[in-house]
């Protein structure tokens, strides 16, 4: 079990950036697959970004590709989301989830840990 932390949600205008972290502690941290999924009202949480356990292997949505970078440094115990180029649709609340056992990076069942959540607006 690990203990996840985000912060760096914010207010920004269609087009500016946020750097989103999460923190992690309580287990191994280098032993988790991490992922970013996010959440709107109304809408079911969904897959935005993953990274394996030592950082070779990245995934994204489709909807964030080329504009959202996901990245972790195991020393920190940290996982970052630097997303570019938002836009109003980005609106949401963005979750860090750990991911031990074997499973899919972007089915968020199969992730066991979350944080409490970052709010994420972007204004037209």
């Known amino acids: 079990q690990v203990q996840l932390v985000e912060s760096g949600g914010g207010l920004v205008q269609a087009g500016g950036s946020l750097r989103l972290s999460c923190a992690a502690s309580?287990?191994?941290?280098?032993?988790?697959?991490m992922g970013w999924f996010r959440q709107a009202p109304g809408i079911e949480r969904e897959f935005v970004a993953a990274?394996?356990?030592?950082?070779?292997?990245?995934y994204y949505a489709d909807s964030v590709k080329g504009r959202f970078t996901i990245s972790r440094d195991n020393a920190k115990n940290t996982v970052s989301l630097q997303m570019n180029s938002l836009k109003p649709e980005d609106t949401a609340v963005y979750y860090c989830?750990?991911?031990?056992?074997?499973?899919?990076?972007?089915?968020?069942?199969?992730?066991?840990?979350w944080g409490q959540g970052t709010q994420v607006t972007v204004s037209s």
């Open positions: 989830a750990a991911r031990r056992a074997s499973g899919s990076y972007t089915n968020r069942y199969d992730y066991s840990d």
């Open positions: 990274i394996s356990w030592n950082g070779v292997s990245t």
């Open positions: 309580g287990r191994t941290f280098s032993w988790y697959a």
